[in-house]
């Protein structure tokens, strides 16, 4: 079934593969009660691949991530190489990392932040 996806085969096609992690962290999560969610994305700050007709890109992962608002699932992008991936992740954690070197030091407070939100989405419900 993998094969036949629309985005088999071709680059990393941003939107569905945002969407794709999300909807199996919710397939997973259902085993384990009260189980946290992230998704860590890596990123190059710049949507491509394939994406649903009528939609570009860029247009796919705004819907998808924008309808990630409502979900329980958090989401982290790291734009490397001092790509800023803010412009798709603002109301998300986001980090921009110039040299994956510093891979760790440079996420531990957006990431901290990122997490503190998810709690409080839990406790508030």
Known sequence: AQISMPYAGSQNSDGFAVKWAMDRCDL??????????????????????????????????????????????????????GMDTSRYYGNHGWATIENADNLAADILVPLKICLKKAARKVVNG
Request: aromatic share 6%.
């Open 28 to 81: 997973l999560a259902t085993t384990t009660e009260g189980a946290q969610k992230l998704v860590f994305i890596i990123s190059d700050g710049a949507p491509a691949g394939p994406s649903p007709r009528h939609f570009s890109a860029a247009s796919h992962l705004d819907t998808v991530l924008l309808n990630a608002e409502g979900r329980d699932t958090s989401l982290f992008s790291v734009g490397i190489d």
